[in-house]
């Protein structure tokens, strides 16, 4: 969850859902999830029927700070990308089963372990499952703490970059040790998946722009000037790795870039144009985290990856 905070209230939440379903609906063509492979109709019969949908991740992933909340201890809500494309499969009449356990404060530690009450992420996955989302890695970096530190040492050079000095203080890069130290990790939570569910087609879901592209930053997110380049950087490289290893699968995994179709929709983006939050959020969202429209774009990112052959 953003350290910042999110801004929910009741409004069109749904009507916002049921558009962009919609639209989905309107540009599909057929859904992976009926059409099992030889791998599939081999693999051990577990509970469970029909083709099943497994969602997980993070707080990218559970859409925190939407409207229509399903789970409050992890701001799961019915307007995540998971829950859309759910929602599509629905709309153009596939049968199927939908489990989402993408929680807001997941690491890869909880794809393993518990998170609360919660069981571990990978307990959900069956010899069943058909279609595994998976948006996970951005905790591992820790980037709601790095953005709260970075608006706190702001004050002490706005024109630098101080946020940049404070992880590379002494000549090394925390951050870019984190997201190395984040990408063994999801190499092995993407082996376990596929050792698991060994029919899923996996797609590993990118991080959006949340920084504006050219690296120059705005008045409205408090950070020194200097340091919007460096987190961009830092998105970039995280998702970067995300993309390796998803590509280390072969044809079990692939990547859904959702970078590079949200950008010029980051948080320094006039309100009406944004589709991730800045640090002083509209209502149903939360600072730094996909709006409806944000969700609505990651959905149609992983689509074209699960209708790719």
Known sequence: MSPFGSNRSPGRQSQTRRAAAGVLAASAVVLTLDAPSAAARSAPATSGVGPAYVALGDSYASGAGLAEVKDKACDRTAGNYPGLISEFASMVGLKHTFDDVTCSGATTNNFWNPQGTNAPQVDTLTPRTRLVTLTLGGNDVGFSSVLATCARVAATDRDGTPCKQYFTAGGKDVLAERVATMEGRVHDVLAEIKRRSPAAKVIVVGYPALFPDNGVGCAEVPFAKGDFAYLRDTTKQAN?????????????????????????HDMCQPREERWIESLTPAANTAAAYPNASGQFAMAVATLRQIYKP
């Open 240 to 264: 970067a790795a995300l993309r390796r290893q998803a590509n280390t699968e072969g044809a079990h995994a692939s990547y859904a870039d959702t970078y590079a179709p949200t950008v010029g």
